[in-house]
C-alpha cells in the first residue's frame, strides 16, 4: 500500500522567516508527487513534480524531488500570515490515477 | 473561471438516512474523482471516473456508497444508512485526463454532520 509521512505536522514561525516542509513516500510505480495549499476549503494545487521535471519554483515557493531518497521539500521564503495553511503533500503511480495524500503540515505564521 | 462545484456545502442529518452529494467538474475535464477528509488527515480517496465510466474503487467505499456519473458531466455520490463514522469532509476533484500528468483541482468540499 502507498505510503506518504509529513514531517513536521506543525510549525509555528514568525513573518518573514523561511521554512521548509518535508514529504517521503513509498510508492509502488512511482509517477509523480504534488503539493496543495488547504486553507478553509478546496485543497489548491501548488506544484507537480516528476522524474523529467524535479524542481519547481513560483515566487517565494520552491519544491525539490529526491527520487533516490524518496521524497521532496517545499520551501517558503520570507513568510507571510497569508501562508498559513494546511501543507498536503500526494503521490500519484504510472497505473491509475488516484492521489495518496500525506496527513499535511500545518503552517501557522504569526505577524 | 469556473472550478469545481459541490452542494450542498453542508449536510447535517440523523444516523440512519440517506444523503446524496453533487459534484460538477471544472466544464472540459473528463475525470472526475472522490475523496473523503476527515479533521487532522489528509483526503482519501473514494473513487473516480473517466467519462461516465467508474474506473478505479477504493476499500473504504462500502457497499452503503455508490457513485454515478452518468453522462460524463456531473456526478453524485450516495451513501445510503448513514453512520457516526461518515462524517468528514467529501471532496470532489477533476483533471484533463486526455492530457496525462495534469493535476487534480478540488472543490471546496460538502460536510457531513451525522447526529
Known amino acids: 500500500e502507498d505510503k506518504v509521512v509529513q514531517s513536521p505536522l506543525s510549525l509555528v514561525v514568525h513573518e518573514g522567516d523561511t521554512v521548509t516542509l518535508n514529504c517521503s513516500y513509498e510508492?509502488?510505480?512511482?509517477?509523480?508527487l504534488l503539493w496543495y495549499k488547504q486553507e478553509k476549503k478546496a485543497p489548491t494545487f501548488l506544484f507537480m513534480l516528476?522524474?523529467?521535471?524535479i524542481e519547481k519554483k513560483s515566487g517565494r515557493l520552491s519544491s525539490i524531488l529526491d527520487k533516490k531518497e524518496l521524497s521532496s521539500i517545499l520551501n517558503i521564503t520570507a513568510t507571510q500570515t497569508g501562508d498559513s495553511a494546511i501543507y498536503l503533500c500526494?503521490?500519484?503511480?504510472?497505473?491509475?490515477?488516484?492521489?495518496?495524500f500525506g496527513e499535511g503540515t500545518q503552517l501557522t505564521v504569526n505577524p | 473561471d469556473t472550478g469545481v462545484s459541490q452542494n450542498p456545502r453542508h449536510k447535517i442529518t440523523k444516523r440512519g438516512q440517506n444523503v446524496t452529494f453533487r459534484c460538477d467538474p471544472i466544464?472540459?475535464?473528463?475525470?472526475l474523482y472522490w475523496y473523503r477528509q476527515t479533521l487532522g488527515q489528509g483526503p482519501e480517496f473514494l473513487t473516480y471516473f473517466q467519462n461516465e465510466a467508474q474506473l478505479e474503487k477504493s476499500r473504504l467505499l462500502s457497499d452503503r456508497f455508490s457513485a454515478e456519473r452518468p453522462k460524463g458531466s456531473f456526478s453524485t455520490l450516495e451513501i445510503q444508512r448513514t453512520e457516526q463514522g461518515d462524517s468528514a469532509m467529501y471532496l470532489c476533484a477533476s483533471s484533463l485526463g486526455y492530457r496525462e500528468g495534469q493535476p487534480q483541482h478540488f472543490g471546496d468540499g460538502t460536510r457531513l454532520s451525522i447526529l
Open positions: 466544464s472540459e475535464h473528463n475525470r
Open positions: 500526494a503521490v500519484r503511480r504510472t497505473s491509475g490515477s488516484r492521489l495518496t
Open positions: 510508492v509502488t510505480n512511482f509517477r509523480s
Open positions: 516528476t522524474s523529467s521535471g
